[in-house]
Nanobody, 122 residues
Framework: QVQLVESGGGLVQAGGSLRLSCTAS????????VGWFRQAPGKEREFLAR????????YYSDSVKGRFTISRDNAKNTVYLQMNSMKPEDTAVYHC???????????????WGQGTQVTVSS
């Protein structure tokens, strides 16, 4: 079993930045493809970014491309989501998720974290 834990959420003003972290227990996170998602109240879960087991392979949704950056530090067993130029519409619960191989179905993941709240004030 793998337990994913997100951290780094909080309150930030519009235009500001936050960095989220996703850590794992149970297995080494370097074994997994990891993605970030968010879900705002009353909305469906939205894919944001994904990173392969080797950090050179990344993929972003159009809604965050150029503002958010996904990265990983396998030595620290952590995947990050750097969020810049944040907007009030970025307010949501942010989740990380992991699967063992890259797939075209971005929402098909084996493990999900509980999420961390991000609130962007105007």
């Amino acid at each position: 079993q793998v337990q994913l834990v997100e951290s780094g959420g909080g309150l930030v003003q519009a235009g500001g930045s936050l960095r989220l972290s996703c850590t794992a227990s149970g297995r080494t996170l370097s074994s997994f493809v990891v993605g970030w998602f968010r879900q705002a109240p009353g909305k469906e879960r939205e894919f944001l970014a994904r990173i392969g087991r080797y950090a050179g392979n990344t993929y972003y949704s159009d809604s965050v491309k150029g503002r958010f950056t996904i990265s990983r530090d396998n030595a620290k067993n952590t995947v990050y989501l750097q969020m810049n130029s944040m907007k009030p519409e970025d307010t949501a619960v942010y989740h990380c998720a992991a699967r063992q191989s890259w797939t075209t179905d971005l929402y098909d993941n084996d493990y999900w974290g509980q999420g961390t709240q991000v609130t962007v004030s105007s």
